[in-house]
């Protein structure tokens, strides 16, 4: 083994750089250089050992002789080129020239060495090249065609053996023939072996890589159907691999993305580029705490062979649920982030009027009455002045008191403290609060409270500012000569309150933002009613906090109907969280309640 070894390394020595890092390239070249190597250097050195015993060579053994410096020159062209299908070439030439030269001193086409002419395309086999093979065939042929016309034209030398000396001569030439045919099959036996082990090694190596990797690798037909998944798809989807075969890993997936799926396989198929799509997939349950669920995967394909038409395609596929969690995280932030703009652009379009109006007033108002010995004001006027600089003070502190609640609900600081009350007292006297403002807009407000309502554990004061809002906010809106239905009735464990009015109502794409802090239906800097746009976003706020739902439907010109429902029995939670408010029906109208000391008077 030591010997082999060295041989070895020396040989390797000898490869051009092209073929050290190619397994099969290198077990070529060594192929082809190690017989010719050594095969010449042991006939030079035998080259002595037949002169003593032969004695003065003639000139055909010297020009035999001296043709064994060809082989050591071939294999010195592999090693300063690297091109192997050029040495096999030059070896074909070089082996039709040796037999042509011995063939036509020695009988021409009965020559003992005609017999190699075979050999030619034999030995041009192992460089696994049909261009090399089809130029050695024509080589052999052609050799052969030459050798039968000259002799049948007699312009070859006779050989003037003897019957013993040729029939020996014909017996060397089959047996050297032999074994050198039996030397080119023992090499392309091994050169076969070598590929058939470096296959192995190559196949088990991508199979340990793909068995270590912790994406998943398949092969897909054009139909989808998997023919083969690596076993990460275990640790993936939680199920052995033999149920993904076939089409079980198209019946995992999400029905809504099973045709971007087969898309990606048929494109990747018959296009010959790859493609790229991300599904979601079902996942079976790791263990009885977790429950069965669909993760995000992308799955990246491309096809086996790019010529035919019904191509298998490899695919890749990677879990990216977190990704796309993180993708959802950002839309979410980004559209939270466009909401607070949208609020604070409304906050300012609305407060600049609400805040600013009534400080006019208060301003005005209080230097005319500082003024009154110049501008002779009476009692009567005076005392006119103070009432309106209490009404612009009053609407000033609702304004105020409406935003600080809003924020604390919208915080989750806002406290709730539920006992049990009668809700059709609260309802009836909220009722009475706004019968005025309605006499005084010619609009009939009408109650429909039962008498036996049953009493009800809630926070009283947020019940009555509900009433409050939801009522006003219908006046508001109602035209002269309407009407406002307020009625409350008993649905199974739950009060429910109904505010209907015949007003302007509300358009279809206000209906969905509506209920937003400081937003009023309608265009923000032409609008028809004074408000902050918190009445119906506070109405909201409390109804979540009462663990309660709450409904609007409208038609332009024709009304809305605000439907309020609150569980008779409420009990709170230990900490309710401030995101209840955000999963109440969005469609709701906002508009600028009562004075919330009114609200407070009748708390």
Not at 473 to 497: D, P
Not at 513 to 540: C, D, M, W
Request: charged share 20%; hydrophobic share 50%.
């Amino acid at each position: 083994m030591s010997v082999l070894s060295i041989i070895r390394d020396c040989l390797d020595a000898l490869l051009h750089p092209s073929a050290r890092y190619d397994a099969l390239t290198r077990a070529r070249h060594r192929a082809f250089m190690a017989p010719r190597l050594l095969g010449s250097l042991a006939a030079f050195a035998a080259f002595p050992v037949y002169l003593a015993m032969r004695g003065a060579p003639t000139a055909l053994e010297v020009a035999a002789f001296a043709w064994l410096i060809a082989p050591i020159l071939l294999s010195w062209f592999l090693s300063r080129t690297g091109r192997y299908d050029g040495a096999h070439i030059l070896s074909s030439l070089a082996l039709a020239g040796f037999i042509m030269m011995v063939a036509a001193a020695t009988g021409g086409i009965e020559s003992f060495v005609a017999l190699w002419l075979i050999v030619i395309p034999l030995e041009a086999a192992l460089s696994a090249s049909r261009r090399v093979v089809a130029f050695a065939f024509a080589l052999a042929m052609s050799c052969a065609a030459l050798l039968i016309v000259l002799g049948h034209f007699h312009m070859l030398p006779d050989p003037n053996f003897s019957p013993a000396l040729h029939g020996a001569l014909i017996g060397f030439g089959v047996v050297s023939a032999i074994f050198y045919a039996a030397g080119l099959a023992f090499g392309a036996e091994s050169l076969a072996r070598t590929t058939v082990s470096l296959l192995y090694v190559e196949e088990d190596r991508y199979r340990l890589l793909a068995l270590n990797m912790s994406d998943v690798i398949s092969r897909h037909s054009r139909n989808g159907a998997v023919q083969f998944i690596s076993p990460a798809a275990e640790a993936m989807l939680g199920t052995p691999v033999t149920r993904l075969a076939g089409h079980g890993l198209f019946d995992r997936v999400h029905v809504a993305d099973r045709p971007a799926y087969l898309t990606a396989l048929s494109d990747a198929a018959r296009g010959g580029e790859a493609r790229s799509v991300e599904f979601r997939i079902r996942r079976d349950a790791r263990g009885q705490n977790h429950a069965a669920e669909f993760i995000w995967v992308e799955m990246r394909c491309r096809p086996l062979e790019q010529a035919s038409p019904e191509a298998e395609v490899v695919a890749v596929m990677r879990d990216v649920t977190d990704r796309k969690m993180q993708e959802q995280a950002l839309e979410l932030a980004r559209t939270a982030a466009e909401q607070a703009d949208a609020s604070k652009t409304r906050f300012l379009a609305t407060m600049s009027h609400e805040l600013r109006t009534p400080l006019n007033a208060i301003i005005g108002f209080s230097e005319m009455i500082v003024q009154e010995d110049v501008l002779m004001i009476d009692a009567a006027r005076r005392k006119e002045y103070a009432q309106l600089i209490n009404e612009s003070g009053q609407h000033l502190l609702s304004v105020v008191n409406g935003i600080l609640d809003m924020s604390k609900m919208e915080s989750g600081n806002f406290e709730i403290s539920p006992e049990p009350f009668v809700p059709r007292a609260a309802l009836i006297n909220c009722c009475n609060l706004l019968a005025l403002k309605a006499r005084e807009s010619a609009i009939d407000l009408v109650t429909r409270a039962p008498e036996d309502l049953p009493v009800m554990t809630g926070d009283p004061r947020a019940f009555k500012q509900i009433v409050l809002n939801l009522v006003a906010n219908a006046i508001k809106f109602t035209e002269r000569g309407g009407a406002v239905t307020v009625s409350a009735g008993v649905e199974g464990s739950r009060l429910v309150l109904r505010v209907c009015d015949t007003g302007v109502g509300i358009s279809a794409d206000d209906l969905k933002r509506i209920g937003n802090p400081f937003f009023q239906a309608g265009k923000t800097y032409q609008r028809r009613h004074e408000g902050t746009g918190l009445g119906l976003s506070i109405v909201k706020s409390l109804v979540a906090l009462h663990a309660g739902e709450m409904n609007v439907q409208s038609k332009l010109d024709e009304g809305t109907t605000v439907t309020v429902a609150l569980p008779l029995a409420f009990t709170p939670r230990a900490e309710q969280p401030s995101s209840n408010i955000a999963t109440l029906t969005p469609a709701v109208r906002s508009a600028t309640p009562e004075p919330s000391h009114q609200v407070k008077k009748s708390a």
